[in-house]
């Protein structure tokens, strides 16, 4: 059942829509990183670049970029040659997304040695998980438009 919920909202999002929410949910990272003691804000911040390529202050602005490249697929007039040039702008985020997916799937596997309560636990993990499915859902949207 809830495969079945994630396949229909897969169908329903567009790649502009799934740009759009990446780049709002890496605000809120970037919001909430910022909060952090600076010893945690910088272990969080290396691991983000290390592993992305990119850091946390410059993810929401690269969203952005990526939603703006999307957008410019559905413009009127839009010959394939550019067409062409865009969807390979747009595939050579893929490794870049799929690091910072990878940041979320760590911080959730690694959330129990740094949250004791079960209840937040439950939260942190869920909210993570999340994250990882926004980047994810772009990552595919992306590659069925390389398909396309």
Same mark, same amino acid.
């Given at each position: 059942?809830?495969? !079945?919920? !994630?396949?229909?909202?897969?169908?329903?999002?567009?790649?502009?829509?799934?740009?759009? $929410?990446?780049? $709002?949910?890496?605000?809120?990272?970037?919001?909430?990183?910022?909060?952090?003691?600076?010893?945690?804000?910088?272990?969080?911040?290396?691991?983000?670049? !290390?592993?992305?390529?990119?850091?946390?202050?410059?993810?929401?602005?690269?969203? $952005?970029?990526? $939603?703006?490249?999307?957008?410019?697929?559905?413009?009127?007039?839009?010959?394939?040659?550019?067409?062409?040039?865009?969807?390979?702008?747009?595939?050579?985020?893929?490794?870049?997304?799929?690091?910072?997916?990878?940041?979320?799937?760590?911080?959730? !596997?690694?959330?129990? /040695?740094?949250?004791?309560?079960?209840?937040?636990?439950?939260?942190?993990?869920?909210?993570?998980? /999340?994250?990882?499915?926004?980047?994810?859902?772009?990552?595919?949207?992306?590659?069925?438009?390389?398909?396309?």
């Amino acid at each position: 059942m809830e495969e !079945q919920k !994630q396949d229909d909202l897969a169908e329903n999002f567009s790649p502009g829509q799934a740009a759009a $929410e990446l780049k $709002e949910m890496l605000k809120d990272v970037a919001r909430e990183i910022a909060t952090l003691d600076a010893l945690r804000r910088a272990l969080l911040c290396g691991v983000i670049r !290390q592993q992305s390529g990119i850091g946390v202050e410059e993810w929401p602005q690269a969203a $952005e970029s990526l $939603e703006t490249l999307i957008q410019a697929l559905d413009r009127p007039g839009r010959d394939a040659n550019r067409r062409c040039q865009i969807i390979t702008m747009l595939a050579e985020w893929k490794e870049k997304l799929e690091g910072l997916e990878n940041c979320f799937k760590m911080a959730a !596997q690694l959330a129990g /040695h740094y949250v004791k309560d079960p209840g937040e636990l439950t939260g942190s993990i869920d909210v993570l998980a /999340h994250r990882q499915q926004v980047v994810r859902r772009l990552i595919t949207e992306i590659e069925q438009l390389e398909r396309s």
